[in-house]
Every structure is written in C-alpha cells, then in structure tokens.
C-alpha cells in the first residue's frame, strides 16, 4: 500500500469520538461553509480543547471568583464573578506566568493546568482577547458553565496531554476539511 492510499484510508476512518476531536466534530456543524469553520480552527486557534493554569490542585468553576491577576483587564481587580478566561497555547500562557518578568528564570507559581472542553459554547463566544500575551478567551459567567472540565494536571503531565492532543488535531487542510464535511452531512 503506498503512502497515499496510507493517508486516504487514515483520513476515512477517523474516530470522532475521541476527545479532541470530539469537540472539532461537535462544533463543526455549526459553520454552514468550511471557510468560516477553517477560520475558526486556523485564526481563533480552536482546536477543541482550552487549558486555564491555576495555583490550586482542586480547581473547580465557580460563580464567586473571577479571572484575577496583573492582566485582568489591566486592573489588577477581579473580573466578572464565574467568568473565565482560557488558552490554546498552554507554553505561552505557562512561559507568562511562570517566568519571571523581563528574565528567562522560571518561577513556578501556577504549576497545575486545567484541561477543559468547550463544545457546548456557541463559537461566537470563543473568539480571542487582546489582553497583551496573546491566545486568550475570555468568557462571561454564563458562557463558562459550559465548559466542561475534564481534570486538573501538573504541569509536566498538562504539556505531554497538549503535545498527544496537538498530534491529533488536524495537521493539514484535507483533514480539518474531512472532520467539517463528516459533521455537517451528519446533520
């Protein structure tokens, strides 16, 4: 069997049921063209799972705390009670708040990462924020009851999940195109 018919039958068998993909196929339908859902996947960096770091080993969503810290809104005041802010890209996140400012020393003050699945929120509610570093959602209380919480990690074992996860999202444009097309003529 040569490599193309390799990648064909691949491409053919997905198995949708495992998370993450899971979550691609669950909000793929919701795009009536695959540009819109490409766009989502390439620009808004969704790819079916979100990470939030915290200092607390039992995290837990909550309506009495909000998202908090030096970035929150430039405040430095808690935000919206039960709102929630959340990543695609756990290094970056990990590299801001686990490194000392203007240095390359780490120091580790977050060292357990929360991995969500937010299939049940309408895409339009997981758009990025412009909050300085990059990569972040930030959702309103109600928006964030939706989050399913799958489990809280230490980092080291948060980072191999992110790097499983990134290997089985779609690579390629033929893929993320397969997983679209599947879910919307599940319809």
């Known amino acids: 069997m040569d490599l193309i018919s390799i990648l064909r039958e691949a491409l053919e068998n997905y198995n949708y049921s495992k998370f993450p993909l899971s979550s691609l196929f669950k909000q793929a339908v919701n795009f009536p063209n695959f540009k819109d859902f490409s766009h989502f996947y390439s620009l808004e960096i969704y790819h079916g799972y979100y990470w939030h770091l915290t200092d607390n080993p039992n995290f837990k969503l909550s309506s009495d705390i909000g998202p908090r810290d030096m970035s929150s809104m430039a405040s430095g005041m808690p935000g919206e009670k039960g709102a ?59 928006q964030a009851k939706k989050l399913k919480q799958i489990g809280v990690y230490n980092l080291k074992y948060a ?29």
Do not use: C
């Open 159 to 187: 980072k191999a999940l992110d790097r499983k996860f990134h290997k089985t999202i779609p690579q390629t444009e033929e893929e993320l195109y397969k997983i679209w097309k599947d879910a919307n003529n599940k319809k």
């Open 84 to 142: 929630m802010m959340i990543t695609s890209d756990l290094a970056n996140w990990d590299a801001h708040y686990n490194t000392l400012p203007f240095d390359t020393k780490r120091d580790v003050k977050r060292n357990y990462v929360v991995l969500f699945d937010p299939s049940d929120i309408e895409p339009k509610y997981l758009q990025q924020v412009g909050r300085g570093f990059g990569n972040e959602v930030y959702l309103d209380s109600t």
